[in-house]
């Protein structure tokens, strides 16, 4: 099976990569050049943070235990000038991959453990070029309407219901879901007397709650048997993924907590946590 993208495809995008062994990043250069991709390779982190600040690129591949910086701390100095780069961190282990909270603090969309092998790895980036990909259609789209006002609502629209198509054809045994997440919000909403405004944020936002799925690799969204704890981590970052897809666009900023918190619960108990599987694919 070929991973990655066609070659003029996949040039369109810039991944950068962040690691002090030099053996790793000219293994990454031969992988991902050979995927298709433009692959640019730094050791020292200060060097790269100082080179995105200047050049733009899509994808960051970022190791974690660094000098002189960590990985998290470069991820803090780049968030501070660029909220867009796509992040995954790569880690010598799992066990030494920063906290949940640092994740999610930093807006990082994933993390791989090193490997001699760079299939996962390469399925990760995939899946990250395709959020990047939608990310800047959304781009696209809301410069295009910023001096059409008058066709904003028609439009708009007409957005989220190409988005929303997207996810469901990725995603077909969960086909019909955000339709009912939606309608069943609008219901609740009403009865506890929100405003026709609330409830067209509500209606949208459950339609598009599970936008981030798109950055899900097919291999673990459409595993019919049990998903490894691994399997299981990718999952639970479709909810953030969401919203760095959303956040360029600001016809969508009043859907996005709604996006990023819907499997957050009162008690504290949502993600980490269980997910609502189904017999042939995962429904949340």
Request: net charge negative.
């Amino acid at each position: 099976m070929r991973i990655g993208t066609n070659k003029n495809e996949g040039e369109k995008y810039k991944i950068i990569g962040v690691d002090d062994e030099g053996g790793i990043l000219d293994s990454l250069k031969v992988y991902l050049t050979k995927a298709g991709y433009s692959f640019v390779g730094i050791a020292n982190p200060l060097e790269a943070i100082e080179r995105i600040k200047v050049e733009h690129f899509d994808l960051m591949l970022l190791d974690f235990l660094m000098s002189p910086l960590h990985g998290d701390q470069v991820v803090e100095k780049i968030r501070e000038f660029d909220d867009d780069i796509y992040i995954l961190l790569l880690t010598g282990h799992k066990d030494l991959a920063p906290p949940l909270e640092t994740i999610k603090r930093l807006d990082i969309q994933g993390y791989c453990e090193k490997s001699d092998k760079f299939d996962q790895l390469l399925l990760l980036i995939e899946s990250g070029i395709k959020a990047i990909s939608q990310m800047n259609i959304i781009k696209q789209i809301n410069e295009e309407l910023k001096d059409a006002n008058e066709k904003l609502e028609t439009a708009y629209m007409e957005t989220i219901q190409v988005l929303r198509y997207t996810v469901e054809v990725k995603d077909i045994y969960t086909r019909g879901h955000s339709d009912r997440v939606s309608e069943i919000s609008v219901l609740i909403g009403q009865h506890v007397g929100l405003s026709d405004e609330d409830l067209r944020t509500l209606k949208i936002g459950g339609l598009f709650h599970d936008i981030g799925k798109i950055g899900v690799p097919d291999h673990i969204l459409l595993k019919d048997t049990k998903l490894t704890d691994d399997e299981y981590s990718e999952i639970k970052n479709h909810p953030s993924i969401g919203e760095h897809i959303l956040s360029n666009a600001t016809i969508f900023k009043d859907m996005m907590p709604i996006v990023k918190h819907h499997h957050e619960r009162y008690d504290g108990h949502g993600y980490p946590g269980r997910l609502a599987r189904r017999k042939h694919s995962i429904s949340c």
